[in-house]
């Protein structure tokens, strides 16, 4: 018979601790996706440098480094205002300069969803978000609000893709070649793709460009660099911007 009964309990109990592990992480994804935005744009460039004949091949690599450059920027955007909320209901030290009236009230309101679910846009987000903390909110006709939005507006154009007829040449009606709206609005935003010619439209064959892929990066950070000003917090994105070259 043991004599000391207890010693196997504490054994027992000690195993047991010593087994059960927990981990927990939290990923901010708005990093991933800014340095995705720059890479894609470095890659277009890379493509415009060195292409010496426009080829099926080449041509859709380059699309799809500029368009995938454009859905990263405005990813970078909705995921840093969501994790921006996130961490006011956690309290974490990337909000502690906040007031903490400011933080519990952020973090009340992302509580009961707002902004958080589809109903609000993201510029919405950032805009409420200022609204919240008692700052300047942006001003919706000009930049670096203005570029956002047309960024947006570029992403949506390209995600909810609808065919058009478009006229690009006609010698005997000149007045009859089309203007496409997006083409208004971005005209003169960036360089246009030099590997398409007159004959294309400008939405999305001229259009998608490593210019259209840099001014997405721009345009993205720009804005979130003026919303975390006018915040009085540091960028967390900061660290990696040595990355986010465009070329």
Same mark, same amino acid.
């Given at each position: 018979?043991?004599?000391?009964?207890?010693?196997?309990?504490?054994?027992?109990?000690?195993?047991?601790?010593?087994?059960?592990?927990?981990?927990?992480?939290?990923?901010?994804?708005?990093?991933?996706?800014?340095?995705?935005?720059?890479?894609?744009?470095?890659?277009?460039?890379?493509?415009?440098?060195?292409?010496?004949?426009?080829?099926?091949?080449?041509?859709?690599?380059?699309?799809?480094?500029?368009?995938?450059?454009?859905?990263?920027?405005?990813?970078?955007?909705?995921?840093?205002?969501?994790?921006? &909320?996130?961490?006011?209901?956690?309290?974490?030290?990337?909000?502690?300069?906040?007031?903490?009236?400011?933080?519990?009230?952020?973090?009340?309101?992302?509580?009961?969803?707002?902004?958080?679910?589809?109903?609000?846009?993201?510029?919405?987000?950032?805009?409420?978000?200022?609204?919240?903390?008692?700052?300047?909110?942006?001003?919706?006709?000009?930049?670096?609000?203005?570029?956002?939005?047309?960024?947006?507006?570029?992403?949506?154009?390209?995600?909810?893709?609808?065919?058009?007829?478009?006229?690009?040449?006609?010698?005997?009606?000149?007045?009859?070649?089309?203007?496409?709206?997006?083409?208004?609005?971005?005209?003169?935003?960036?360089?246009?793709?030099?590997?398409?010619?007159?004959?294309?439209? &400008?939405?999305?064959?001229?259009?998608?460009?490593?210019?259209?892929?840099?001014?997405?990066?721009?345009?993205?950070?720009?804005?979130?660099?003026?919303?975390?000003?006018?915040?009085?917090?540091?960028?967390?994105?900061?660290?990696?911007?040595?990355?986010?070259?465009?070329?």
């Amino acid at each position: 018979m043991n004599e000391f009964p207890f010693v196997k309990k504490v054994i027992d109990e000690s195993v047991a601790i010593k087994e059960s592990i927990t981990v927990t992480k939290r990923t901010y994804y708005s990093i991933s996706h800014v340095q995705a935005s720059a890479q894609f744009a470095r890659l277009s460039a890379k493509i415009e440098r060195t292409y010496e004949k426009r080829s099926d091949e080449v041509f859709h690599e380059h699309r799809a480094y500029v368009t995938g450059s454009i859905f990263a920027s405005v990813s970078f955007l909705e995921a840093t205002i969501n994790e921006l &909320f996130a961490d006011t209901v956690d309290n974490l030290e990337a909000v502690k300069q906040l007031n903490p009236e400011v933080r519990a009230l952020m973090a009340d309101m992302w509580k009961l969803k707002v902004p958080r679910t589809a109903r609000y846009s993201t510029l919405e987000k950032f805009q409420i978000a200022l609204i919240l903390a008692r700052k300047q909110q942006f001003d919706t006709g000009q930049s670096p609000y203005q570029d956002v939005a047309l960024l947006v507006e570029l992403r949506n154009a390209l995600v909810h893709y609808e065919p058009e007829w478009v006229t690009t040449i006609s010698e005997a009606e000149p007045e009859a070649v089309t203007i496409q709206k997006l083409e208004k609005k971005l005209e003169g935003k960036f360089q246009l793709n030099p590997m398409t010619g007159e004959g294309d439209t &400008f939405f999305p064959d001229r259009c998608l460009s490593h210019g259209c892929a840099k001014w997405a990066v721009t345009s993205s950070v720009k804005f979130a660099d003026e919303f975390f000003s006018r915040m009085g917090l540091p960028p967390p994105y900061d660290h990696v911007r040595s990355r986010m070259k465009t070329e």
